[in-house]
């Protein structure tokens, strides 16, 4: 059974730090490139960052650069997401997303929160 279980988020004032976690598992994790997604109320998903299924190459969405770094552990079948000099607008519910050929496998998500 596939799943993916997002963890660490939470409350945080503007400036804050977070870092997201995404575990996996029933699949072949190593194969698989990853990414994060966020959605705000009432704005659609959008992807935040991705990296490849090595770890060797990352992306990330303009809004996020320099303050959020994505990377994973192939070992523990985990990929973060650690995000810094948060913001309001960061605020939403961050899902964890694997994706392979025809394989699109989704998160429950966790929500963030940054506000005073």
């Known amino acids: 059974q596939v799943q993916l279980v997002e963890s660490g988020g939470g409350l945080v004032q503007p400036g804050g730090s977070l870092k997201l976690s995404c575990a996996a598992s029933?699949?072949?994790?190593?194969?698989?490139?990853m990414r994060w997604y966020r959605q705000a109320p009432g704005k659609e998903r959008e992807l935040v960052a991705g990296i490849s299924s090595a770890g060797s190459l990352t992306s990330y969405a303009d809004s996020v650069k320099g303050r959020f770094t994505i990377s994973r552990d192939n070992a523990k079948n985990t990929v973060y997401l650690q995000m810094n000099s948060l913001e309001p607008e960061d605020t939403a519910v961050y899902y964890c997303n694997a994706r392979k050929l025809a394989n699109d496998f989704w998160g429950q998500g966790t929500q963030v929160t940054v506000s005073s």
């Open positions: 029933g699949f072949t994790f190593n194969s698989y490139g």
